[in-house]
């Protein structure tokens, strides 16, 4: 019913920039909440946004509050995540997802939709 691609990965410093876009296929009316998560070598997947796809509302992980944003353009069927200040650390496997939870969007099992993902690598 959903498909998500993610893209706009990649290689970056400390302290950069980068823009991550999931481009949403959705087969029928119904709209969705839409979540970012985060994946590194190693470690469990980890939350970091998420955002009410009618009511814009966002929710971010401590560890990227401040610096990352979560943003819509239901026009395009497109969510992004603006990543700021990028840090070592975040570098993972980033996930978009669709589900039907905003109170949970922080739980992964909540969402029934995911991408394949995009590398980001952050470079000291």
């Known amino acids: 019913q959903v498909q998500l691609v993610e893209s706009g990965g990649g290689l970056v410093q400390a302290g950069g920039s980068l823009r991550l876009s999931c481009a949403a296929s959705v087969r029928t009316r119904s709209t969705y909440t839409m979540g970012w998560f985060r994946q590194a070598p190693g470690k469990e997947r980890e939350f970091v946004a998420v955002i009410n796809w009618n009511g814009g509302s966002t929710y971010y992980a401590d560890s990227v509050k401040g610096r990352f944003t979560i943003s819509r353009d239901n026009t395009k069927n497109t969510v992004y995540l603006q990543m700021n200040s990028l840090k070592p650390e975040d570098t993972a496997v980033y996930y978009c997802?669709?589900?039907?939870?905003?109170?949970?969007?922080?739980?992964?099992?909540?969402?029934?939709?995911w991408g394949q993902g995009t590398q980001v690598t952050v470079s000291s």
């Open positions: 997802a669709a589900g039907n939870s905003y109170d949970y969007g922080y739980l992964a099992s909540k969402y029934n939709y």
